[in-house]
């Protein structure tokens, strides 16, 4: 499983981390299950438990050599998102509420027409912010020094 990028690259994706799918084709078809991770310089997604390869793993220093099953990518084309009213997989498309809100909708065939929420795994970050202050790090009480004032014409440059 060597890395290579995609010919032609997604610009808008429609599945989202999270997303609960449908496998549509591959030795996993009909089965489904959520979104653990999107791959957009390749075009594929990595579903929860599903496509599973064996992968054999070389004994290192800190770590255990051995066999083990870990999630192959599949391309964005083999799966399709659940209708969340129906439970059967449609195409994604998107619509605008009377308040302004854009919304993700479900169309197709067996499609129910009905809201699909973004994801609650959304809201965390992947990677936390650091809390501890680094070198490279700027003290708080500089931030909030003022050092501009209009009113007054402090810190105005000379030009």
């Not at 060597?2 to 981390?17: D, F, N, T």
């Not at 192959?72 to 009213?85: F, I, K, M, R, Y």
Request: with cysteine; aromatic share 4%.
């Amino acid at each position: 499983m060597g890395w290579k990028a995609a010919e032609k690259i997604i610009k808008h994706w429609k599945i989202l981390r999270g997303d609960n799918v449908m496998i549509i084709r591959g030795k996993d078809k009909g089965e489904t299950g959520a979104i653990k991770r999107v791959i957009r310089s390749q075009n594929r997604v990595i579903v929860e438990g599903k496509n599973l390869v064996k992968k054999h793993i070389k004994q290192g220093q800190g770590h255990e050599g051995g066999i083990f099953s870990i999630e192959a990518p599949l391309h964005v084309s083999n799966v399709q998102v659940l209708d969340p009213v129906t439970g059967k997989p449609c195409k994604i498309g998107y619509k605008s509420l009377e308040d302004g809100t854009k919304v993700r909708i479900s169309r197709g065939l067996a499609a129910s027409g009905a809201v699909i929420p973004r994801p609650e795994i959304l809201k965390e970050r992947r990677k936390p912010r650091p809390t501890i202050v680094g070198p490279k790090d700027t003290p708080i009480d500089l931030v909030l020094e003022k050092t501009y004032d209009a009113k007054a014409g402090i810190g105005m440059p000379d030009l």
